[in-house]
């Protein structure tokens, strides 16, 4: 019989429609084994405000080799710090959200699952009940020990950022010649072992208007990242195209040749893809020891408990976590 992978998949913010998407999901017949992380009761209720008819397994993480039921939604049980109403944020529960990811972690630095998923969480009313937290990304790579890399992927683009959730102001000063050369060599090597790729072609753009038209709009470009990709392309034989004006390389020209795109800053890349590819994107955190995706939304308040949420985002990164799984192997 074929070994499926096992899947960790938290269900996040429990106001919002994650609970919504992964009872959808249950449906569903992925090439994967699913483990929720999650309050066993809130699914129930959610289900039956949904009108959906699932039978909920409890069981410890320890046993899903053993205790995991086919034609039932697998849920460790997580338990809320308090009864959660679709739409209503309440911040008591930021505590049963993080220990959702904490237990999600733990099961795959254990072995007991190949990868994790993530449904969306809501930073602000994190930090709103005194747990500092910028994300995901962070937080999962804090817990592992690990420098992150955040791509978001869709059919035909790839998007990696040398920076993430910082201030405008403060992108310049944070890429360095350091930061980009593990950034690279990160992407180089997650491309390969998880994705498959044997020599991965990066796209890389400039920080500035038309990649600082030779100094003019900026030094960025001159000082910092053009030698930085001539010593990798030059010393670690890596195939990395540019820097290049973002406004043009964002285009059939050169994406159709890129295996990734390394961007600058967050807006400078992610509305692009989130324009070709909304609801069918994926948030991967490459540079990790586990393997981790997440959906490319928030958590959509409005749509909880409404089942008009869309499940295709989630759809996209439990297939991209299966398709990382197996290259891994």
């Given amino acids: 019989?074929?070994?499926?992978?096992?899947?960790?998949?938290?269900v996040g913010e429990p106001a919002g429609i994650g609970p919504d998407l992964c009872l959808q999901q249950a449906s569903l017949s992925p090439n994967a084994k699913l483990v929720f992380f999650a309050d066993p009761q809130l699914l129930r209720d959610r289900a039956k405000l949904l009108g959906l008819d699932i039978q909920i397994n409890e069981l410890q993480i320890s046993e899903v080799?053993?205790?995991?039921?086919?034609?039932?939604?697998?849920?460790?049980?997580?338990?809320?710090?308090?009864?959660?109403a679709p739409g209503?944020?309440?911040?008591?529960?930021?505590?049963?959200?993080?220990?959702?990811l904490n237990q999600a972690v733990?099961?795959?630095?254990?072995?007991?699952?190949?990868?994790?998923?993530?449904?969306?969480?809501?930073?602000?009313?994190?930090?709103?009940?005194?747990?500092?937290?910028?994300?995901?990304?962070?937080?999962?790579?804090?817990?592992?020990?690990?420098?992150p890399v955040m791509m978001l992927a869709c059919?035909?683009?790839?998007?990696?950022?040398?920076?993430?959730?910082?201030?405008?102001?403060?992108?310049?000063?944070?890429?360095?010649?350091?930061?980009?050369?593990?950034?690279?060599?990160?992407?180089?090597?997650?491309?390969?072992?998880?994705?498959?790729?044997?020599?991965?072609?990066i796209y890389v753009c400039g920080l500035n208007p038309h990649a600082g038209e030779g100094g003019h709009l900026g030094h960025e470009e001159i000082e910092v990242i053009s030698p930085t990709l001539e010593a990798?392309?030059?010393?670690?034989?890596?195939?990395?195209?540019?820097?290049?004006?973002?406004?043009?390389?964002?285009?059939?020209?050169?994406?159709?040749?890129?295996?990734?795109?390394?961007?600058?800053?967050?807006?400078?890349g992610l509305p692009v893809l989130k324009h070709m590819g909304f609801g069918n994107a994926v948030n991967i955190?490459?540079?990790l020891p586990i393997i981790r995706t997440s959906v490319d939304h928030g958590t959509a308040l409005e749509l909880a408990g409404t089942g008009k949420a869309d499940i295709g985002s989630l759809q996209q990164a439990i297939l991209t976590a299966v398709e990382m799984v197996n290259n891994s192997r």
């Fill in 106 to 147: 733990q099961a795959c630095q254990q072995g007991y699952c190949d990868a994790m998923v993530t449904a969306p969480v809501h930073k602000g009313i994190i930090n709103d009940a005194g747990f500092g937290f910028s994300g995901h990304t962070e937080f999962i790579a804090e817990k592992v020990n690990a420098y």
């Fill in 285 to 287: 955190t490459l540079g």
């Fill in 155 to 201: 059919p035909g683009l790839r998007v990696a950022l040398a920076t993430t959730h910082l201030p405008l102001r403060d992108v310049s000063d944070a890429i360095t010649p350091d930061s980009l050369k593990t950034l690279l060599r990160i992407i180089n090597h997650d491309l390969k072992t998880r994705f498959a790729i044997e020599k991965p072609v």
């Fill in 232 to 268: 990798l392309r030059e010393q670690e034989n890596m195939n990395l195209i540019g820097p290049l004006s973002a406004d043009t390389l964002f285009t059939p020209k050169y994406l159709d040749q890129a295996d990734a795109v390394l961007a600058m800053f967050h807006d400078q």
């Fill in 1 to 10: 019989m074929e070994h499926l992978p096992t899947l960790a998949v938290t």
């Fill in 65 to 84: 080799s053993k205790n995991y039921h086919d034609n039932e939604l697998n849920v460790v049980p997580v338990s809320l710090a308090t009864t959660s």
């Fill in 88 to 100: 209503h944020l309440d911040k008591a529960n930021s505590s049963y959200v993080l220990e959702t």
